[in-house]
């Protein structure tokens, strides 16, 4: 028989997925102990020592679970071992996400995560500390994209905006040898930045917010500590001095001819970004990955398709497509104006429609990597078709 003991619990946005509810499995070894219906209110309440709570407006009630585990047995696997409820709790974009005992010896420090080929540190109260270990290929596009970047251009270096813990810098690296410039404001995040880019190699930490200009700020921050989010100030009541510098003036100590891929992931903060890497644009033209996140640019004012017409101005022709997580859904070129703002309109804004796609993940090429697109785009296709013949459930 199995002893058991109790799981602490924290409360997060599960940023929407193209995840079908999956059928439960009873055999996974939890029970719910106790549920219990939290406000709005009570949520704001709960304060900083019960991890990161939601995003943006707190207009509906979260579940707060208690979960006992059967010692003994691992439900922290991969492929479709998803718990049971965040099966059913992702419908609505929430997640419970598992933490040790304080007496618990287990610390995010010494059970790394794998990532790419790569183990490194991932806090559990990340949300993609859950991400990685259910789903392996969680991002692993980028891996393949690097791939073939560094194959026409050997000398390349990589710049990794929004770096996070360095998840994607570790993607990277599993790719390809090039250099790594990663860049994170958040202070705490980037501690643990500056420890995997440890195992990563080959990787430069730089801890600043990016904008598309120089200067300090009054912003918002929301989800502090894990997936920094800036916001106007006007949404809450607490606001921060933040200091920015442009993406060009960053790298000034970096051939700008040698930039060939350009990662932007800064939760609705990616086309302030990219307008202050105007030079880079311009002279490097490198291959750029970010996201278009319709829920934090509607919170910026910028719920609009100006990041597209700046890439076309800037002589960007190809884009690739993908829905959270992975999954690829087209290619096309940034001259199709009428698709591109069929797939802005395709994702979802907060409160309209209540659905699963709340960003899309997209790729770029200047016109003169036309060839670097089209590789891009086959492999993109023969990764899909592969995980449809696997015969395991593409969770992508």
């Known amino acids: 028989m199995h002893t058991e003991k109790r799981q602490k619990t924290r409360y997060g946005r599960l940023p929407r997925t193209t995840h079908e509810p999956g059928v439960i499995d009873s055999g996974v070894g939890f029970h719910v102990e106790s549920c219990e219906l939290l406000t709005p209110a009570e949520l704001m309440g709960l304060g900083s020592h019960e991890g990161p709570l939601f995003s943006g407006s707190l207009d509906q009630s979260a579940v707060r679970l208690e979960l006992r585990e059967p ?15 965040n099966r059913l709790l992702r419908i609505v974009g929430l997640q419970v996400i598992r933490l040790p005992d304080s007496g618990d010896s287990t610390s ?7 990532v790419g080929e790569l183990d ?13 270990r259910t789903n392996p290929d969680y991002t692993s596009e980028l891996g393949r994209i690097a791939s073939q970047v560094y194959a026409k251009y050997p000398d390349v270096v990589c710049v990794d905006v929004g770096a996070n813990i360095g998840d994607t810098a570790a993607i990277i690296r599993s790719a390809c040898p090039a250099p790594i410039v990663c860049f994170e404001g958040d202070p705490s995040t980037a501690a643990v930045l500056v420890k995997n880019a440890q195992v ?7 801890q600043t917010y990016l904008s598309d200009s120089s200067g300090t700020q009054q912003m918002a921050i929301s989800k502090e500590g ?12 607490s ?89 690829f859904m087209l290619g096309a070129t940034l001259d199709d104006t009428a698709l591109i703002d069929d797939l802005h309109h395709y994702v979802d804004r907060r409160g309209r429609p209540l659905g699963r796609v709340h960003y899309l993940d997209v790729c770029v090429f200047h016109e003169q990597d036309e060839d670097l697109a089209e590789k891009c785009l086959a492999g993109e296709r ?15």
């Not at 010692?71 to 409820?85: E, F, L």
């Not at 995010?108 to 794998?114: A, N």
């Not at 990563?200 to 730089?206: A, E, H, T």
């Not at 894990?226 to 009541?237: H, V, Y």
């Open 108 to 114: 995010s420090d010494t059970d790394p995560t794998r």
């Open 382 to 396: 023969e990764a899909r078709d592969r995980r449809r013949t696997s015969g395991s459930p593409v969770r992508c």
């Open 200 to 206: 990563i190699g080959g990787v430069s930490v730089k």
């Open 71 to 85: 010692v003994g047995r691992t439900h922290q696997g991969r492929g479709d071992q998803m718990h049971p409820i």
């Open 226 to 237: 894990w997936n920094s989010t800036l916001l106007p100030s006007d949404l809450t009541s």
């Open 239 to 327: 606001a921060h001095t933040v200091t920015f510098l442009t993406l060009d003036e960053s790298l000034r100590d970096v051939d700008t001819q040698l930039i060939k891929l350009l990662k932007v992931d800064t939760e609705g903060y990616d086309g302030r970004v990219l307008r202050g890497s105007q030079r880079i644009l311009q002279t490097g033209r490198p291959v750029v990955l970010f996201e278009h996140n319709r829920e934090n640019l509607s919170d910026l004012g910028e719920d609009n398709l100006d990041v597209f017409e700046n890439f076309r101005l800037c002589g960007y022709k190809a884009a690739l497509f993908w829905e959270p997580e992975g999954r």
């Open 120 to 132: 490194i540190i991932i806090p559990p109260g990340n949300p993609i500390f859950e991400s990685y």
